[in-house]
């Protein structure tokens, strides 16, 4: 067979289970076939063949049979995971840590081996904070607008200008209008303070694109009233993210669904889906609350109401649905 494999070469390579296999059948080969193998090998070669053999089989059966160390258990291994993953600052030491405080005892280690076998970095440094829980954490001292525009089926090209509060989601429409002037730009900033102080909102800082569309007086007026204005960065939508996806939410329920005919349909639409996503929608954003109406008292055991009588209200003409129970 090892001929076969060499045909046409110079010299005879043997592979690991040919030299088992004539090292193991050494002492069984009869004389004349052991005449023919000195044509393939000498017979020191084969018997150090087999010495090697015998040496590897005595070494596996001394070798202490070890189990190794048990799997950490997987309840764990999921805990050490949900710290790093909510707590992006934290090394696996301080992970380890964390884990003592709770009462659970495992290696600095298996919390290092953990991390390591899930793809994160044990290193403290293993990943900055994103611009989602940058805004979430400042959310109550922040407020975000944006310009967006919709077409009219004539083709006229109408302007929205919103503003949102990151902290309870509540949505300030100020305008549309057909023409964003530089003197349509500030009176809207100055109703955006009147309605902030009406409210008792403290914001002290207002993100906006650079958009030329805002004035450097829009700037002043607003700083006048304590409020700083933040440009986002070129092309990062993430740092203005809220809004982004407020702008995403609003094409989706309402304009992409209906047909605005001039800037005054546009102004009486957006009123009516102002005043539902501020009371009525529920947001996910917020633990599914609602801007301006705390959740209702919630009904431990719906089996021993006999009937639930749920009215659905429409709005915009069955755009938008609203329900609740019959008074």
């Given at each position: 067979m090892v001929l076969e494999r060499q045909l046409g070469g110079d010299r005879q390579r043997f592979g690991p289970g040919d030299r088992a296999f004539l090292a193991a059948l050494l002492h069984r080969v009869p004389r004349d076939v052991l005449r023919?193998?000195?044509?393939?090998?000498?017979p020191d070669?084969?018997?150090?063949?087999?010495?090697?053999?015998?040496?590897?089989?005595h070494a596996a059966r001394s070798r202490p049979k070890r189990s190794g160390r048990p799997r950490?258990?997987?309840?764990?291994?999921?805990?050490?995971?949900?710290l790093a993953r909510e707590n992006?600052?934290?090394?696996?030491?301080?992970?380890?840590?964390?884990l003592l405080v709770l009462g659970i005892k495992v290696a600095a280690s298996t919390v290092w081996e953990i991390l390591r076998d899930a793809g994160i970095d044990p290193a403290p440094e293993r990943r900055s904070s994103t611009w989602a829980d940058f805004l979430r954490s400042q959310?109550?001292?922040?407020?975000a607008c944006d310009f967006f525009e919709t077409v009219t089926p004539t083709g006229a090209r109408l302007y929205v200008f919103a503003v949102i509060e990151p902290a309870n989601r509540r949505i300030r429409i100020l305008g549309a209008t057909a023409h964003p002037s530089g003197a349509w730009v500030v009176q809207a900033a100055k109703n955006l303070v009147l309605d902030l102080e009406d409210t008792g909102c403290r914001a002290r800082f207002l993100i906006r694109d650079r958009d030329g569309m805002f004035p450097e007086l829009f700037d002043a007026i607003l700083k006048v009233a304590g409020i700083e204005v933040v440009l986002s960065g070129v092309q990062v939508p993430r740092m203005n993210s809220i809004m982004e996806r407020w702008v995403q939410t609003c094409r989706r329920e309402l304009l992409d669904r209906t047909l605005i005919w001039n800037q005054r349909h546009l102004c009486?639409?957006?009123?009516?889906?102002?005043?539902?996503?501020?009371?009525?929608?529920?947001h996910q954003g917020i633990a599914n609350a609602r801007p301006l109406?705390?959740?209702?008292?919630?009904?431990?055991?719906p089996g021993q109401i006999?009937?639930?009588?749920?009215r659905r209200r429409e709005r915009l003409g069955g755009i938008l649905h609203e329900y609740e129970h019959a008074a």
């Open positions: 023919r193998l000195r044509l393939l090998v000498r070669t084969v018997l150090r063949w087999h010495r090697d053999l015998v040496a590897r089989h950490t258990v997987h309840s764990i291994r999921v805990l050490v995971l949900r992006p600052t934290w090394g696996y030491r301080r992970v380890h840590g964390e959310a109550e001292a922040l407020l009486n639409v957006l009123r009516e889906f102002e005043r539902f996503y501020n009371s009525h929608r529920p109406h705390p959740l209702p008292q919630v009904i431990v055991d006999v009937r639930l009588d749920i």
